[in-house]
């Protein structure tokens, strides 16, 4: 790491260049590839859902199994029908538009894009409302996750059609990526204000404010870049984009919050500049590598899990922390050497040039609290934990599966389509399942017709929407609706009746199967395979932050707490989620606009993050009191000290990341304000309850057993240093003593001197 910032310091002109012409070039590949492109993909292997998508492809019908979305027409004056010559010849133009339109179904004909240039009309049509003043227009493409750049060139060539005494709005699935673009501005600018103005008030000088925002904006310019094109390479959902900006902007202000703080306190006590920046690097760079790298490790686990959806995610934010950390580490310290000692205020400055350092132990604010954390360990602590599992209690009721457009912003298109067909239809009519029959007898009139007798029959079932299809020699498609939202529990449970008790007797010993598929049949498989993965997930990345804190600090009580600390952080933060996003508290005042299922990647996406954040309060904390340990053997002095001088530091970053993640609940998409205030309030937990009062007064407690490592273990396992012990050989500006209470790095440098 020394070698590292001296290269940085030494040839600045050169590593700031670099990463300038780095954003450059590759702001401009991705953009001569026509900017991102980003699909959501749902591949869901060994689920009914696979084998009817592979059963749809084999027999040539990759219309039915292709995304679809659906524009909604509402006639404000007269009625639809009076508005055919207006929209029919727009609908005809999308199959001669190469945006990969397979059909589209109107109430003024079928258009099959594959026959003719201009289409071929059928006599079936589509749905009219009752006055005769909405109905939908079904717009199909080939592709499974048609591109981003498509779909929105769909709503642009069709959104100008919204005039004149005709209202069109866009919504189903295919159409749910225009929720997702934010008006007015963006979330990620209202953040980094934020940060901007925490910082301001932490640092109290120009250059150390805007330092660790020009680092995590040359991560986001690079980041980004590299993400779209990613997106050429392989799938990569839709948010992923806003998700890498949260994450970025978060922990790339908190990486160099870490090391400018270090390298201000050098200079305080009498480093020079360059020795300042290399010791800093050296002991808090080396946390911040630690911690992006576990980070990193933990998303990339997420490939584990066999999700294809979660890949372009995962990778995509890990190549964003990636860069973080090497824009911390990197350009950074080359930033600093070029700002000097005015990276302290101007009071500061005039005190290091006068000679005046200060040596002295500091008992502030979190001093004093860090001694009465001592002194009442079993009180604050006990108040914690009962907090922690209080608010934790939600959790143990969270339903996975996917919200629908009712719960958009209500000023969307989305939203505003949704709630028409709704009006006109009722909300089942959003619900789009369909029983896919495949068998030697598919077509048999009787055998289908049995079916639909069937399931005319069942509970939530739409009588009225059952239409018979067939498909192909040994396919039919029996399409219907639901009485209630896709997102409703009835609906779900309408999935599950229909595959375990309602179809099973109907196909039974003929040769045929019958599929129960749609986007709510595709969201229950979907949450189902990550149900049953998520608890070996959970254990792997516990397990490994156990090893790795284990290693770091030659102890097995620290990562056992750590890892019973880090389960009580997310248990609380996914009954914070639930409370809001699943049972509606507090949705309205926070702009959710309603209550749904959790999306059921969000439990193992976010404890991946969660998991890697923590570990940076966790690291950062423990490590100074490791140092202390090691220098003192005083279980009680290293956890008050390694407290007192880290807990200012630790808050205030988190105070920066939850203004951070705060900002994305301005967003429009209800996945990333689901994840700015999950993890907005993981934080607030972590830093707040877990570091400042948990696990103090659980080691407290635990005494000098905290620093127990078997002798056996100890020559079994590697030495990992994440403060560097070798900090003696920079040295002091000036002919200065050593603190006798000061930080042990900077007193051996001093006594060197």
């Not at 990569?236 to 870490?258: E, K, P, R, T, W």
């Not at 407290?700 to 590697?718: D, R, S, V």
Request: hydrophobic content about 50%; proline content about 4%; aromatic content about 8%.
């Amino acid at each position: 790491m020394q070698r590292l910032a001296r290269i940085a310091i030494e040839r600045r002109w050169w590593v700031v260049g670099g990463w300038i012409a780095f954003i450059i070039a590759a702001q401009a590949l991705v953009g001569g590839l026509g900017g991102a492109d980003f699909k959501d993909d749902f591949k869901l292997p060994h689920t009914e859902t696979q084998t009817v998508s592979e059963l749809l492809t084999k027999a040539g019908l990759d219309s039915q199994n292709g995304a679809s979305g659906a524009m909604v027409l509402h006639a404000t004056s007269g009625t639809v029908a009076d508005y055919a010559s207006k929209v029919q010849p727009e609908l005809r133009k999308l199959c001669g538009s190469g945006l990969g339109i397979a059909s589209v179904n109107s109430p003024y004909g079928d258009i099959t894009c594959g026959q003719s240039a201009s289409g071929s009309s059928s006599s079936e049509t589509a749905p009219i409302s009752a006055d005769k003043t909405i109905s939908i227009v079904s717009i199909n493409w080939n592709a499974v996750n048609p591109s981003k750049v498509d779909i929105d060139k769909v709503h642009d060539n069709l959104k100008g059609l919204s005039s004149g005494g005709l209202q069109a709005e866009f919504t189903g699935n295919a159409f749910q990526v225009l929720a997702q673009e934010s008006g007015g501005i963006p979330p990620e600018v209202l953040g980094m204000i934020a940060a901007l103005i925490i910082l301001a008030l932490v640092f109290r000088t120009l250059g150390a404010t805007v330092l660790p925002l020009v680092s995590a904006i040359a991560a986001m310019g690079s980041g980004l870049a590299l993400i779209g094109l990613l997106s050429h390479l392989m799938s990569v959902a839709s948010f992923a984009n806003q998700l890498a900006l949260l994450m970025i902007l978060g922990v790339g202000v908190d990486y160099a919050l870490f090391i400018v703080t270090r390298h201000r306190r050098n200079l305080m006590r009498g480093m020079s500049v360059e020795d300042s920046i290399v010791v800093a690097v050296n002991t808090s760079g080396r946390a911040v590598l630690f911690a992006g790298t576990t980070v990193c490790i933990a998303l990339l686990g997420l490939w584990a899990l066999g999700v294809s959806f979660l890949y372009g995610v995962s990778l995509g934010t890990a190549i964003g922390v990636g860069l973080t950390m090497a824009a911390s580490l990197t350009l950074l310290p080359a930033l600093l050497r070029f700002l000097g000692l005015k990276v302290l205020p101007r009071k500061q400055r005039r005190a290091v040039r006068a000679g005046n350092f200060d040596l002295h132990e500091h008992h502030g604010f979190w001093y004093r609290w860090s001694r009465q954390i001592e002194r009442r360990k079993l009180v604050l602590g006990t108040a914690a934990g009962v907090l922690l599992v209080v608010l934790a209690i939600p959790f143990f009721s969270i339903r996975l599966g996917s919200s629908d457009q009712g719960n958009d912003p209500k000023n969307s298109t989305t939203r505003k389509g949704y709630d028409l067909i709704a009006q006109a239809f009722g909300e089942g009519y959003n619900s789009g399942l369909q029983l896919v029959v495949s068998g030697p007898t598919a077509t048999d009139k009787t055998f289908l017709s049995g079916i639909t007798d069937r399931l005319k029959t069942v509970p939530d079932v739409a009588p009225a929407s059952i239409q018979t299809i067939p498909a192909a020699k040994d396919i039919s498609l029996i399409t219907f609706k639901s009485e209630t939202s896709p997102q409703d529990t009835k609906t779900s449970q309408l999935v599950h009746s229909l595959r375990d008790s309602v179809l099973p007797p109907l196909y039974a010993n003929t040769g045929n199967h019958i599929y129960v598929y749609g986007i709510t049949a595709i969201f229950e498989d979907f949450a189902k395979v990550l149900s049953a993965k998520m608890p070996l997930f959970f254990v792997a990345v516990i397990g490994l932050s156990f090893l790795l804190l284990m290693v770091a600090f030659r102890s097995l009580v620290i990562p056992l707490t750590a890892a019973i600390m880090n389960l009580l952080a997310a248990g609380a933060s996914f009954g914070v989620i639930v409370a809001i996003f699943q049972w509606g508290w507090l949705s309205e005042a926070l702009g959710i606009g309603g209550s749904g299922p959790i999306e059921a990647f969000i439990p193992v996406m976010f404890f991946a993050i969660l998991f890697g954040l923590s570990m940076d309060y966790q690291v950062f904390l423990v490590s100074r009191m490791h140092e202390e340990w090691l220098h003192t053997k005083d279980n009680r002095r290293s956890i008050t000290v390694g407290q007192g001088e880290t807990g200012g530091i630790i808050t205030a970053a988190a105070i920066i990341m939850i203004a951070v993640f705060g900002g994305f609940v301005l967003g429009d998409a209800r996945v990333i304000k689901l994840f700015g205030i999950g993890l907005a309030s993981a934080i607030f937990l972590d830093a707040f309850v877990v570091r400042t009062v948990l696990v103090p007064s659980l080691m407290h407690m635990i005494g000098k057993a905290n620093w127990f490592f078997p002798a056996w273990l100890e020559k079994a396992t590697p030495q990992l240093s994440i403060e560097a012990a070798d900090a003696a050989e920079h040295a002091f500006v000036g002919s200065v003593q050593p603190s006798d209470h000061g930080d042990p790095d900077d007193d051996k440098v001093l006594a060197g001197r």
